[in-house]
Each structure stands twice: as structure tokens, then as C-alpha cells.
């Protein structure tokens, strides 16, 4: 009785009954590893127990469920965990807007007041990016095949190469500025520039540090804000809880979503600076700006940010990972693999078509739950659980290995 339109269920063709930590079991019994994550909306596995815990808590003693935009408590001591193991630690003065519950609401939400704030209609989005499929996230997303979904022209936004789009060498930057400041070009500066610091729907491209300064530095200079979508690369999944921390750059706004909640629990929250929240009440709106179970799991999920051992065990496995990336790469050539993403967000770019998929289906087969990425799913792209053990992180390594090299024979 469902639509054709499904996807995942054709990719992982099982019928799943439950999860625990990095584990998924399906009706027939078998264990599965998970490399995908729920595209990254479980960072921390599945039914984490301090979270499922907090959650059970809440609704036994009949806390409220839905409030659209009233204060309940369990909204305010979400934004007070926020604000003290999160946004203070880190120098980050911004207020909350609550949207409605998917990634592609916190962006269409972001667009809307950069508009407001400048006056501006258009958006400067980048080649590959992925921001959602409603009509202003789609016109900002790169892939053909997800734009012509819309069925309509998506205008507004201008299109920009992301860093390494013209070249691993090329700074783009220089060339948008050029753009930008020549009044024959048909340009016009943005309302903001849009962009991801992580592709991780695109290929998983990284910018780097010096063309993420110059893109903000630009921005200031036309008076565009800059607008980070950290909706699949956020809540730690690069290592540090925003993808952005260890750039030194300052957005204007932020997009989270997908692991905010911590649990799977479908949240967003965008992130503002004070001086542009210039909303007037109601101007923006949703039913479910208010999902206070989500509120829950995500205030305990603050505490992982304060516990060494979490924090020392993530990085643990991007060590783990990024020696698994280096070894295969290398040892098997003909594969034509080259290392991306940061972090927990990681894949191997390859040169020979159809390998990822085939791989992927492999992996399935053998036990192990992993995604491809890009245009033309040129990748394999893995996105374990943050604090999965250590042993079994290897383990899925080893599945994975076992199952390229059968691709390969």
C-alpha cells in the first residue's frame, strides 16, 4: 500500500523490529551493524539508555507532548542546557527559533529572515549542496534529479563552485568577489550565502579553513549574512559538537536538525545572531514547533558534551577510522580511492563506476548497514554512531573491507 516514491527500504531490503547502540535486528533475527545512522539523525545509536530513560520519565508522569510555541518546562530547560554546556563554553551568543521538525524548515526559516533582515531577494548557494526538498531548500540544493521534483522553476538563488569545485589548488573566492563587484557580471550580492562546511549529501567535500574565512569575510564585505547548514554535519559529528568550531569563523545563522534531538526524535532549531532577530511574533509559524519530547532527550543529550569519556572515545574512533581509510586507499589501488569528509562523517571518493553501490549491496548482504554519497553516488560515505565501541567499530571496518575487496574481484 505505499507509494513507489520509497527509497531506503529498497537499499536495505529487511524488515527492522529493533535497535540498540550501533545494532539493528531485524524480524528474521539478524544483527546488522549500522554505518548509516539514520542519514545522520542518530549520532548517538539507537535508544541510547540515559536518553530513552529521560524520555520514559517525561511521559509517565504525563508531561506536556505538543504545545506549538508555549513554554513548558521541558522547553526551557532545553534551551537552558543548550545555552550552558553548548553555546557558552564556546563564546556563542545566539537565540533559538524553534521551527517546525525537519531539517528542510530550519532552512527555509533561515532563508526567509536573511531575506527580511537585508532587503534581498537572492541566496548564494554552492555546486553539490544538499539544504532539503521543499521549494526554497530544493532551489538551494544542487542535484538535477532532486530539482526537477519540484515541477517548477526554482529561482532566486545564484549558484557558486565550492571550494575545490575548480581544482584541489583553486581558491573559489577570488573568482565569486570578481562576480560580485563587476556590474556586467549579472550578478548582484546575496542576502546570505548559504553553505555546508561538510557535503556530506554532495560527495563529502570539506571546505577548508582558509576559503571558509575568506567566504565570511566576503559575506561581511556585501553585506550578505552567512548562513551554515550544520543540519547532518552538526552535533558532533565531525568531532566537535558544530562542524564550523575549529575554523574560527562566526555565522549569523546556524541550521540544526537531524542529531539534535539525540534520539531520532524529528526537532530543528536554527540558530541567530541577537541583532537579526528582528521576527515579529507569529511571523513565522508551525504545529509542531513544539515537540517537548524531543525537548527532553535533547537536554540530556547535552551531557555527553561534558563527559570526558564520550569525548575521548569519539575521538578514539576517527583515529580508528582514519587508519582504516589510509590503509585501504592505499592497498588497493585499482579501486582508484580517494579519502573524504572529517570527522565521523568519512568515505572514499572512487573512480570506478557503480563500485559504491555494488559495495554497499554487498555490505548489506554481509551484515552491514552503509550509504553512498554524491551526484552520481561516487562514494561510499560512512556515518557510524559517535560513541559506538571501540571493538565493534573495527568490526564493521572489517565487514566493510572483506566486502570492497569482493567488489573488486
Known sequence: MES??????????????????????????????????????LNYGHNPPALKKALIDYI?????????????????????????????????????????????DAIETALKLARKVTGRSNVAAFTNAYHGTSLGSLAGTASLDKRRSAGISL????????????????????????????????????????????????????????????????????????????????????????????QGIEPDIICLSKSISGFGLPMSLVL????????????????????????????????YWTDR?????????????????????????????????VGLIRGLHTGVSDLPKTICDYAFQAGLLVETSGAASCAIKLLPPLCMDSAQLSDGLMILSEVVRRSLS
Open 4 to 41: 513507489d516514491v520509497r527509497w531506503y527500504s529498497r537499499r536495505f531490503p529487511t524488515i527492522f523490529v529493533s535497535g540498540s547502540g550501533a545494532l539493528l535486528t531485524d524480524i528474521a533475527g539478524r544483527s546488522y551493524i549500522d554505518f548509516f545512522s539514520g542519514a545522520g539523525a
Open 60 to 104: 509517565e508522569r504525563d508531561g506536556i507532548a505538543h504545545s506549538l510555541d508555549m513554554r513548558t518546562s521541558a522547553r526551557q530547560e532545553f534551551i537552558s542546557a543548550f545555552t550552558n554546556k553548548i553555546l557558552r563554553p564556546r563564546n556563542m551568543r545566539f537565540r533559538c527559533v524553534f521551527t517546525g521538525p525537519t531539517g528542510t
Open 155 to 246: 529561482e532566486n538563488v545564484d549558484r557558486y563552485p565550492y571550494d575545490g569545485y575548480l581544482g584541489a589548488e583553486q581558491n573559489t573566492i577570488p573568482l565569486i568577489a570578481k562576480l560580485l563587484s563587476d556590474p556586467g557580471s549579472g550578478f548582484v550580492p546575496p542576502a546570505a550565502f548559504i553553505v555546508e562546511t561538510v557535503q556530506s549529501e554532495g560527495g563529502l567535500s570539506v571546505a577548508k579553513q582558509a576559503w571558509l574565512h575568506d567566504l565570511a569575510d566576503l559575506a561581511r564585505k556585501v553585506g550578505s549574512l552567512l548562513i551554515i547548514d550544520d543540519i547532518q554535519a552538526g552535533c558532533g559529528r565531525t568531532g566537535k559538537f558544530f562542524s564550523f568550531e575549529s
Open 272 to 303: 541567530i545572531r541577537p541583532e537579526i532577530d528582528i521576527w515579529e511574533p507569529g511571523e513565522i509559524s508551525g504545529t509542531f514547533r513544539g515537540n517537548n519530547h524531543a525537548f527532553v532527550t535533547a537536554t540530556a543529550a547535552t551531557d
Open 309 to 341: 569519556d564520550f569525548l575521548d572515545r569519539v575521538e578514539r574512533n576517527i583515529e580508528i577510522i582514519d587508519d582504516w581509510l589510509e590503509n585501504v586507499a592505499e592497498s588497493l589501488p585499482q579501486a582508484m580511492f580517494t579519502k573524504k569528509g
